[in-house]
């Protein structure tokens, strides 16, 4: 299986301060079909993952511009430009090769 | 926006099988293809399998031996079968029309 590593396993942003979480897979994520298969999500305190950023860059419906990834490869990085108190969680990128694997996740709060 | 909800025991005795259905709304099940993903407490989430409206489907070559899933489309329903459980499979269960649907979970726990 495909290991995804995130870091930093936390982070503590002073509201209106960048964030930027790393995620590398153990393989590429390039897909036959040219596509790559890596996405971001949002576990807010009680609920269910939200996607933020599908296919590298591409940001979900209602995700604010704030959000953005990037990356190729094997590497990848989830940026958030001006933190808000609401975005505050756990962020995880997942890989949508077979199997789909997920990072252990990056838990975001504010100072 | 479709909606999700699972549905099942929130207990299951060691060894047992444990079933869950998932409602969907809003939408139909048909043309697109479903999964189930769990999460452990205080875990990362964990991909089970995924089902496709034809009936086929693929499973995380981890479980696969315990895993059967199933589609109703009549009833607009998903199913998950997990035979043999264990303390391990203790987790929130969640089904997705991936990447973006997901359910809200439900926790299953697995003690005698």
């Known amino acids: 299986d495909i290991v995804m590593t995130q870091t930093p396993l936390s982070l503590s942003v002073t509201p209106g301060q960048p964030a930027s979480i790393s995620c590398k897979s153990s393989?590429?994520?390039?897909?036959?079909?040219?596509?790559?298969?890596l996405y971001w999500y949002l576990q807010k305190p009680g609920q269910s993952p939200q996607l933020l950023i599908y296919?590298?860059?591409s940001r979900f419906s209602g995700v604010p511009d704030r959000f953005s990834g990037s990356g190729s490869g094997t590497d990848f990085t989830l940026k958030i430009s001006r933190v808000e108190a609401e975005d505050v969680g756990v962020y995880c990128c997942?890989?949508?090769?077979?199997?789909?694997?997920f990072g252990q996740g990056t838990r975001l709060e504010i100072k | 926006q479709v909606q999700l909800q699972e549905s099942g025991p929130g207990l299951v005795k060691p060894s047992e099988t444990l079933s869950l259905t998932c409602s969907v709304s809003?939408?139909?099940?048909?043309?697109?293809?479903w999964s189930w993903i769990r999460q452990p407490a205080g875990k990362g989430l964990e991909w089970i399998g995924r089902?496709?409206?034809?009936?086929?489907?693929n499973y995380n070559p981890s479980l696969k031996s315990r895993v059967t899933m199933s589609v109703d489309t009549s009833k607009n329903q998903l199913s998950l079968k997990l035979t043999s459980v264990t303390a391990a499979d203790t987790a929130v269960y969640y089904c997705?029309?991936?990447?973006?649907?997901w359910g809200q979970g439900t926790l299953v726990t697995v003690s005698s």
């Open positions: 997705a029309r991936e990447p973006a649907d």
């Open positions: 809003g939408g139909s099940i048909s043309s697109y293809h």
């Open positions: 089902i496709y409206t034809s009936g086929n489907a």
């Open positions: 393989q590429s994520l390039l897909h036959s079909d040219g596509e790559t298969y």
């Open positions: 296919e590298v860059s």
């Open positions: 997942m890989q949508g090769l077979h199997p789909p694997t």
